[in-house]
């Protein structure tokens, strides 16, 4: 069974940092590209960062609102994809998407950055 499961949200103040990490299991992952999105309250669901598979060497490209800020990353040996999120912003305030580059979803994790 496909699945893909999303950790580490949670409520922080603006500045701070927080590492999201979306856990697969049930496939090869190394071979998929994977993506994270989010989904603000009334906004529709945005593409922030992806990442190609390993054999296409893990190329990685951002949205233009979170280039410089987050970063995404992948580990193979744990199956487990990985977004790096530094100087938060209110704006970043959503539910954060793991997505298997075919169009499998993870359930989401709520980040919420307030003071």
């Known amino acids: 069974q496909v699945q893909l499961v999303e950790s580490g949200g949670g409520l922080v103040q603006p500045g701070g940092s927080l590492r999201l990490s979306c856990v697969a299991s049930?496939?090869?992952?190394?071979?998929?590209?994977m993506d994270w999105y989010r989904q603000a309250p009334g906004k529709e669901r945005e593409l922030v960062a992806v990442?190609?598979?390993?054999?296409?060497?893990?190329?990685?490209n951002y949205a233009n609102s979170v280039k410089g800020r987050f970063t995404v990353s992948r580990d193979d040996a744990k199956n487990t994809l990985y977004l790096q999120m530094n100087s938060l912003k209110p704006e970043d305030t959503a539910v954060y998407y793991c997505?298997?580059?075919?169009?499998?979803w993870g359930q989401g994790t709520q980040v919420t950055i307030s003071s």
């Open positions: 990442i190609s598979g390993t054999s296409t060497g893990g190329l990685t």
């Open positions: 049930g496939f090869t992952f190394s071979k998929y590209g």
């Open positions: 997505r298997r580059a075919d169009g499998v």
